[in-house]
């Protein structure tokens, strides 16, 4: 599906968090986050062999038969924290996203250990583990950038209190003219930690409208973006960012992203700290289950579904 007004590479910020403590880092990921809703990061703490192996087991489980994937379906799976889906089905002649998934919600190693597919298990759950000391110095720094100085363990469940990885597999297609790998659409989340293959794919709508930036794939980098979640409670100040990911006729390709959200039975709403101040909220407060509910009734309407929890 055409694209209009591809901008050329390189306009996503790309942060080194190396010294993320650091106050001029700390802007650089407040201000990305306010002005583009995505950014690049560097020289973090999760190790580029992570990174690798979670590759090669999402490579591994797609290349298993339909009949042990299938096993994963709706139709089948023992739970709902484990899923396989398809865009491909034999009832749809037309596919609008040429993706297959295996989505894996994270209640505790228990679970993981009796239920996720051991040919991935232990590689999401080292990424995830890995991942989380990360998502934390984010946090921390958006947090203080609202002013929020104490992230404290009520405040870390409302930001962080489920995840859910998602291992992608986007198959080449032969007409990637007529389709996309995923449509537009912004998060659910707090924040999303995506790691991209070497092909990439992914485009961000930027702050001209109808323009689309390509964030290249460097190695040993992860994607970050803001979610809707973090919109509300940031009262706006993060914005939640339309993005889509393009289809490839020359090449399999995969993506493994990172949803850090709220639990479903969180009211979300701007932050007390921020209304306290005099800041006028623009948001209302919402169950956070029916905000999601309310996504996936529209999920490739772009950024409408944000007008649910406006006031």
């Known amino acids: 599906m055409c694209m209009t007004n591809i901008v050329p590479q390189g306009s996503i910020p790309i ?18 986050a306010s002005e583009w809703g995505f950014f690049q990061i560097v020289n973090h703490d999760v190790p580029v062999e992570v990174l690798e192996n979670i590759k ?25 924290n484990v899923r396989f889906g398809t865009s491909f089905t034999p009832q749809a002649e037309k596919a609008l996203e040429w993706k297959d998934y295996l989505s894996l919600f994270y209640v505790s190693e228990e679970e993981a250990s009796a239920l996720w597919p051991s040919v991935c298990r232990e590689q999401v759950l080292d990424y995830m583990k890995k991942s989380e000391v990360v998502i934390k110095q984010l946090l921390q720094v958006l947090m203080k950038g609202l002013n929020v100085n104490e992230v404290d363990e009520a405040k870390e469940s409302l ?56 964030v290249p794939p460097i190695k040993g980098s992860l994607v970050i973006n803001v979610g809707d979640a973090l919109q509300i409670m940031s009262n706006g100040r993060y914005r939640s960012v339309e993005h889509r990911v393009v289809a490839n006729g020359s090449k399999n390709r995969i993506s493994v992203p990172i949803f850090v959200n709220p639990r479903p039975v969180d009211m979300i709403e701007p932050l007390p700290e921020l209304v306290a101040n005099g800041e006028k909220p623009i948001y209302k407060q919402v169950l956070y289950s029916d905000y999601v509910k309310h996504f996936f009734r529209k999920a490739h309407d772009g950024k409408k579904t944000i007008e649910f929890a406006e006031l």
């Open 15 to 32: 942060i080194d968090m190396s010294n993320w403590e650091d106050l001029k880092v700390a802007k650089s990921i407040c201000d990305a």
């Open 56 to 80: 090669d087991a999402t490579y591994n489980f797609f290349r298993f038969p339909a009949e042990v994937k299938n096993k994963y379906s709706k139709e089948h799976s023992s739970s709902n």
């Open 159 to 214: 930001l962080m209190g489920s995840m859910r990885t998602n291992l992608n597999y986007y198959p080449k297609c032969p007409n990637p003219e007529l389709t996309v790998g995923v449509g537009r659409h912004s998060d659910v989340s707090t924040l999303t930690i995506l790691l991209q293959d070497e092909i990439g794919g992914l485009f961000v709508r930027g702050n001209e409208g109808d323009d689309w930036i390509h």
